[in-house]
């Protein structure tokens, strides 16, 4: 905006200093003060241009970071579609195993929460029951999955699959 700006004063000034320098040129001024403002116009006229050539610039940029932009959001959409199908294909592949070690859907969903890292206690009381219950039905888990504990069942999923 400040270039705008700066670009819109310096080319009325140029203007004006034109119609001076025809004025006074018409009038016969003295032709020192004539060359100072032929000066002047000259100086103002080549950052006019300095700060035309910027503005360009600057919009050339602006255009190159709205195309990036618009790259990263594509390419960002596309990750998040595969991570998409990632995600469900790994809950696939966890589900089919689930069913291997024909784990009941409670066993299922207290293994998922197992597999998230939620505690015993943080289990129970999100499935609104007691942590003796979801200690036996990891027990069971564990027992079904020939695996010793709740690290060495999320170890198996991430080597496994």
């Known amino acids: 905006m400040k270039i705008k700006l700066l670009s819109v004063a310096l080319a009325l000034i140029v203007i004006l200093k034109c119609i001076d320098l025809y004025i006074d040129y018409s009038a016969d001024i003295n032709k020192w003060h004539l060359v100072q ?4 116009i000259v100086v103002a006229s080549s ?3 300095v700060l035309v050539f910027e503005m360009i610039s600057r919009a050339k940029a602006v255009t ?3 195309q990036e932009i618009n790259a990263s959001k594509t390419r960002n959409r596309q990750v998040s579609a595969e991570l998409e199908i990632a995600r469900r294909d790994f809950l696939s592949a966890i589900t089919a195993e689930f069913l291997h070690w024909e784990l009941t859907p409670s066993e299922q969903e207290v293994c998922l929460f197992i597999l998230k890292g939620f505690s015993i206690s943080e289990i129970a009381a999100l499935r609104n029951t007691s942590e003796k219950t979801i200690r036996h039905q990891a027990s069971a888990i564990y027992r079904k999955s020939k695996c010793h ?3 060495e069942l999320a170890a198996y999923f991430f080597e496994t699959l």
């Open 37 to 40: 403002e032929l000066t002047l």
């Open 64 to 66: 190159q970071l709205k």
């Open 149 to 151: 504990g709740r690290y």
């Open 47 to 49: 950052v006019f241009i």
